[in-house]
């Protein structure tokens, strides 16, 4: 590992873009280029996972963690844990005129790799990688 930021947020929309902001500056302060398809990718991801607790997560969850990692190899790790034991379903593909459905299909097709470490009664994490060239 070489850098990690961990951010607390309320269970409120205005999170999500809050955690795009944040993650994207942690990014750039890491050496990590503005428009880069990494970079891009690991804000889309920390949007996408950050969005699902929002929607998804316990009603009485007041906030959430998110964390983003950037490791020695160049790839990123995006995890985002909340309370809730339930684990998140990948679905048949929605629709392109759905408008829900879409978050974890878009983390399996962007992640290298993706999934969900149980945290016993304190819930669940779910991850994402992102990237996989040296720096």
């Not at 607390?8 to 999170?15: G, I, K, N, V, Y």
């Not at 020695?72 to 995890?79: E, R, V």
């Not at 629709?95 to 962007?110: A, C, F, I, M, Y």
């Amino acid at each position: 590992m070489l850098r990690r930021e961990a951010l607390r947020l309320p269970r409120h929309p205005a999170s999500v873009g809050f955690a795009r902001h944040r993650v994207r500056q942690h990014l750039a302060t890491w050496g990590y280029a503005e428009g880069d398809a990494l970079t891009e990718d690991v804000v889309l991801l920390a949007s996408e996972l950050a969005a699902n607790v929002v929607r998804h997560g316990p009603i009485l969850q007041r906030e959430f963690e998110l964390s983003v990692t950037a490791r020695a190899d160049g790839s990123c790790l995006i995890a985002v844990s909340d309370a809730s034991p339930a684990q998140p379903v990948l679905q048949s593909a929605p629709g392109s005129d759905d408008e829900r459905g879409h978050g974890l299909h878009l983390v399996d097709q962007v992640a290298r790799t993706w999934g969900v470490r149980h945290r016993g009664r304190h819930g669940k994490t779910v991850w994402a990688l992102v990237g996989d060239t040296a720096r």
